[in-house]
């Protein structure tokens, strides 16, 4: 049986790796690369959107706040 709480904190660390320890393959791999996307767009592109006083790098910022929450609270929620 797995531990609810450390799906969740796994999934704290990046999103998905909670899901890797229950066992959610697809889950895992589609929390990777939609967290992996996001990093990329806030951190090495969101410099020119950040310099250029864009709406877009805050919008992304939010996005991958809600996809951390999102996987925690999904991993929390499947682990059996």
Known sequence: ???KKVAALLSLLF???GHLYIGKYIDAVVFIAGAGVLWYALFLKGYYLMMSASPR???VLAALIFVY???IFDA???TK
Do not use: E, T
């Open 1 to 3: 049986m797995k531990n």
């Open 15 to 17: 999103p998905g790796l």
């Open 57 to 59: 790098y805050y919008l």
């Open 69 to 71: 929450l999102f996987s």
């Open 76 to 78: 929390y929620r499947k």
